[in-house]
DNA sequence: TCGTTTCATATTGTTGACAATCTTGCAATC
DNA sequence: GATTGCAAGATTGTCAACAATATGAAACGA
């Protein structure tokens, strides 16, 4: 007769990644058990194991004895992701010029005409799902399961280290570059395609500050951390 | 006054994988809560934090109410760890042609040697552990913290895989083709270093059967789980 | 003999209470 | 006024007991 049993450990990782993915989530917020708890009305064992899973996954810094923290990217590991989207990423589009159907194709344009109308309308926070949401698609219709989990990951944290090291107003992706690439696979030119990826990847960490460091002033007690 | 506090959730995944990949868990065994509890001498909240760890990774299918098993990974799965192993480690080892230093080369010239000892002594424990703990060192020696923790996960289910569809009786990393792939990464020698790779990857899932229906007749129960 | 039911056991899943640790606000001191 | 010390509250970490479910064996009937 268990039958208030609430989200599994897995739904509420999902939940966790999805808040951090739409940046609503920022880097350094403290992720408190007994809120999060009431927040998905489960026990806080369930909290826990979410927190272990995240932890792994890089998204939420565990320190002991104080609390789960949505994690703060270093300059490294901000350079890390990108070069490991570059690649991953150009696996990606290289197989979806292999194996692209119809109904692909469609689903992709779609997503992109939704991409235009929220730029068009200026909704910042749809904006931001949707742009990640792109690349999580090219993942997953390119039929690898690894590959789309992996992405998931990226994703993320590219979220994480857009919050942390954006250096201009616009935000990164924008959608005529994903339609660019989008054409580029509907005319199977995978040399194509996967120049614009790697050029669109350059435009968006292009956009971030990776040189400086950190300011330190605003933040010390989490830098020091 | 909290001194017992035993290893880590991470850790206690740590040397779960660790038995994975070294093949000392099989797939479909059982993990059972409380047996791993006494074992690492910490509470069952905390195994249970591992585990759901270990289940995100893919490592451990938890079936509800019913317990942690090891997974066993479809054919279909096994072609994509080893599609996306092409990629990771083709890009692993551009990385290293480019920025491999000579201490570097030396462990990895180390390494090497030590499986072929084991390789003649015909310690088969030591080989397996060896061969994938090879393909990691590489991993770690390109210096990208994301990509040696996609390899972490690739390695441990490609022991999954090869554990349940090896065909032949050889074991499927032999030293000499590490020892051609050191050789090419030394020489700064890029093309060949990723030609010998795809080769030596190829020449691994070659000795797999991924092709016929597995066997049931042994393991029905499991299978249909 | 085979299949079904029932019941004891084992295992998982959940909960609440407790101890250890950290944070915060306040007062005392220099 | 700034710093230190202390105490109250909040948060994390741990544990053991309990409920829910599945397993396996014995009893029963055809």
């Given at each position: 007769m268990a039958e208030q049993s609430g989200p599994s450990t897995q739904q509420i990782v999902e939940k966790v990644w999805l808040s951090i993915a739409e940046r609503r989530l920022r880097p350094g917020v403290q992720l408190k058990e007994e809120q999060l708890a009431t927040i998905f009305s489960v026990s806080r064992a369930r909290i826990r194991q979410a927190l272990a899973v995240l932890e792994r996954d890089g998204l939420v810094t565990i320190i002991p004895n104080r609390g789960a923290f949505v994690s703060k990217p270093s300059v490294d590991e901000a350079r890390d992701v990108f070069f490991v989207r570059r690649t991953v990423e150009r696996c990606v589009v290289e197989r979806l010029c292999k194996s692209v159907s119809k109904t692909d194709l469609k689903r992709l344009r779609e997503h992109v005409a939704k991409e235009r109308i929220a730029n068009s309308q200026d909704v910042t926070s749809e904006i931001i799902k949707l742009s990640g949401g792109f690349h999580l698609l090219l993942a997953e219709t390119a039929g690898s399961d690894f590959l789309f989990t992996t992405m998931r990951d990226l994703i993320a944290r590219s979220s994480l280290i857009t919050a942390v090291y954006r250096n201009t107003n616009r935000?990164?992706?924008?959608?005529?570059?994903?339609?660019?690439?989008?054409?580029?696979?509907?005319?199977n030119d995978a040399d194509k395609a996967t120049r614009l990826m790697a050029h669109h990847l350059e435009h968006v960490e292009s956009e971030l500050d990776l040189t400086e460091i950190r300011?330190?002033?605003?933040?010390?007690?989490?830098?020091?951390a």
């Amino acid at each position: 007769m268990a039958e208030q049993s609430g989200p599994s450990t897995q739904q509420i990782v999902e939940k966790v990644w999805l808040s951090i993915a739409e940046r609503r989530l920022r880097p350094g917020v403290q992720l408190k058990e007994e809120q999060l708890a009431t927040i998905f009305s489960v026990s806080r064992a369930r909290i826990r194991q979410a927190l272990a899973v995240l932890e792994r996954d890089g998204l939420v810094t565990i320190i002991p004895n104080r609390g789960a923290f949505v994690s703060k990217p270093s300059v490294d590991e901000a350079r890390d992701v990108f070069f490991v989207r570059r690649t991953v990423e150009r696996c990606v589009v290289e197989r979806l010029c292999k194996s692209v159907s119809k109904t692909d194709l469609k689903r992709l344009r779609e997503h992109v005409a939704k991409e235009r109308i929220a730029n068009s309308q200026d909704v910042t926070s749809e904006i931001i799902k949707l742009s990640g949401g792109f690349h999580l698609l090219l993942a997953e219709t390119a039929g690898s399961d690894f590959l789309f989990t992996t992405m998931r990951d990226l994703i993320a944290r590219s979220s994480l280290i857009t919050a942390v090291y954006r250096n201009t107003n616009r935000f990164n992706c924008g959608p005529d570059e994903h339609a660019e690439i989008v054409d580029a696979i509907a005319a199977n030119d995978a040399d194509k395609a996967t120049r614009l990826m790697a050029h669109h990847l350059e435009h968006v960490e292009s956009e971030l500050d990776l040189t400086e460091i950190r300011d330190l002033s605003h933040d010390l007690r989490a830098a020091l951390a």
